[in-house]
């Protein structure tokens, strides 16, 4: 079985290497800024806050951090550039997409006071690159990235992306939808499914109308619904790999590949593929995809199914509770 071919031949960084120039862009941005810049990003790494999140625009639901608007042009670039360390040039460029979709919808509602492009914010917690434990979050409307650094790991969840329209037409009438490959993979899946398979993973008629865990703080494992992956046949568990592999490849590549290598050792066969709503395209539906350690969810039913949500959770590695965990657990015993 092909688990886990597609991330083999991309360049294979350190995550040492990733955090070290993260930390070394953190520094430089925060030090650009001014004092009262300054008291709205920087922030205790113990701070409740950093366990809030949202998909909302910000004119909704109000973030903690600086918004991109208000900054100079240098050091917006430095917020790109720590984007750019902590995510693929995939995921780099679809949070662009995301981003300028702004514009787009201050065009199509101009009288909407929601509507404000660079209405992104960025904070940390902490000090990057000095102290042992420090994180930072990105968001705004259909944007949520949330890093936690805990000596010298990253942990990258929750992670969300969302976008409206998820197709449209630009220049010259082609064609635009980011969420391709997450859209086309999960129909190819689900309608390569026998009857007999379809009767399980199909556990509801209707979709939900948003991913069902939303912006929790902590999720747990839902009770096992769909087919599980030992009841697939070869060909469809190499596209549930592809599948989960497009997640992954937002990431930095060290990142997906060892989290791919993980799913894989604690039992791919077990991964749930569970789907509710339409399975023709065009029309709403859900999917969702658990393992022991993640879960992944899609949703597109707003909007005539052309507004897409997406989120990958990890049950024990959010906000990087298990490396606290196990920092903690080690200092307390070198204290001792």
Do not use: C
């Given at each position: 079985m092909r688990i886990f071919y597609f991330l083999l031949f991309l360049p294979f960084y350190s995550v040492s290497q990733n955090n070290s120039t993260g930390s070394s862009i953190a520094n430089t941005f925060i030090n650009s800024l001014d004092s009262v810049q300054k008291s709205k990003t920087v922030f205790p790494f113990d701070t409740m806050s950093r366990y809030?999140?949202?998909?909302?625009?910000?004119?909704?639901?109000?973030?903690?951090?600086?918004?991109i608007r208000e900054l100079d042009s240098i050091q917006k670039q430095n917020v790109y550039n720590l984007l750019k360390t902590y995510l693929s040039s995939n995921g780099y460029t679809r949070s662009q997409d995301i981003m300028n979709t702004e514009y787009l919808l201050k065009e199509l509602e101009p009288n909407s006071k929601g509507r404000i492009p660079e209405n992104y914010f960025v904070a940390f917690y902490g000090n990057p690159g000095k102290d042992k434990t420090w994180?930072?979050?990105?968001?705004?409307?259909?944007?949520?990235?949330?890093?936690?650094?805990?000596?010298?790991?990253?942990?990258?969840?929750?992670?969300?992306?969302?976008?409206?329209?998820a197709v449209r037409t630009t220049g010259k009438g082609k064609e635009k939808n980011i969420f391709k490959d997450e859209e086309e993979l999960g129909f190819k899946l689900v309608n390569s499914l026998t009857q007999e398979q379809k009767l399980k993973a199909i556990f509801r008629l209707l979709p939900f109308v948003d991913v069902v865990t939303k912006n929790s703080h902590k999720v747990v494992p839902f009770d096992t619904v769909g087919i599980i992956a030992k009841d697939l046949t070869l060909e469809q568990k190499h596209v549930l790999n592809q599948l989960i592999v497009?997640?992954?490849?937002?990431?930095?590549?060290?990142?997906?590949?060892?989290?791919?290598?993980?799913i894989i050792s604690e039992d791919f066969n077990q991964i749930s593929f569970g789907w509710a709503g339409s399975t023709k395209a065009g029309e709403p539906h859900y999917y969702r995809i658990q393992g022991k350690t993640f879960l992944i969810e899609l949703d597109n039913t707003q909007h005539?199914?052309?507004?897409?949500?997406?989120?990958?959770?990890?049950?024990?590695?959010?906000?990087?509770?298990?490396?606290?965990?196990?920092?903690y657990k080690n200092s307390n015993h070198h204290n001792k």
């Open positions: 809030d999140w949202h998909y909302v625009p910000a004119s909704s639901v109000p973030r903690q951090g600086i918004a994180g930072w979050k990105f968001g705004g409307h259909h944007l949520a990235l949330n890093y936690t650094i805990v000596d010298n790991e990253l942990a990258f969840a929750p992670f969300f992306f969302g976008v409206y329209p497009t997640y992954l490849s937002n990431m930095p590549t060290k990142i997906a590949k060892l989290r791919m290598k993980r005539n199914a052309n507004h897409v949500h997406t989120v990958w959770r990890d049950f024990n590695g959010d906000y990087g509770i298990d490396l606290l965990k196990e920092h």
